[in-house]
């Protein structure tokens, strides 16, 4: 028994010292733990915080950018009425000219019928039937160039507007493509 006692009387004395230790190693491995989650805690929220600084930077963006979509719209509807107001006032104006030129027309045939009942020979009602047919002829090569440099005209007119929409669309948006 003595043997027995020898050797627990050994294992008494160094139990105490194992289990200081063990409390220390557990007390630094929980520190150490601690530690790490703390760490890891600041650097989430760090991360977190920059997220939502990027986040709120696109955000500003994309309003800028809707708001100058929205603006540009809206420059190109202006620009579509003014085109669409342009294009009705030269229409209305073309209108007026041809109106007169018929007009004029009828007065100049109706002059025509009546000179043409007047005549005394079939000769003089040939004369002035081929006079008249040559001289509406000049008119209608004429009012017909007239009316097409008008129409050449208002066109240009009544696409300046849209044309210089599109070169602002091109130099504001061709950039980005």
């Not at 603006?71 to 009425?81: C, D, K, R, V, Y």
């Not at 040939?126 to 007239?146: H, I, P, Y």
């Amino acid at each position: 028994m003595s043997g027995k006692m020898k050797s627990s009387e050994t294992v008494r004395p160094v139990a105490p010292d194992a289990l200081t230790d063990s409390k220390a190693q557990v007390a630094a491995g929980f520190e150490k733990t601690l530690s790490s989650m703390k760490d890891g805690m600041e650097n989430a929220a760090k991360g977190f915080e920059a997220q939502q600084t990027k986040m709120k930077e696109s955000m500003a963006k994309a309003m800028k950018t809707t708001e100058d979509m929205v603006a540009f719209t809206q420059g190109n509807l202006e620009a579509f009425m003014k085109a669409s107001q342009i294009f009705a006032t030269g229409l209305q104006g073309l209108s007026k000219h041809i109106a007169s030129s018929t007009q004029a027309s009828v007065e100049e045939t109706v002059a025509m019928t009546k000179a043409i009942a007047g005549v005394k020979s079939v000769k003089e009602a040939v004369d002035l039937q081929s006079g008249f047919a040559r001289s509406m002829m000049e008119k209608a090569v004429a009012e017909t160039s007239k009316l097409t440099d008008a129409s050449m005209k208002l066109t240009e007119q009544a696409i300046a507007p849209l044309t210089a929409r599109m070169t602002l669309a091109v130099e504001k948006f061709g950039a980005a493509l």
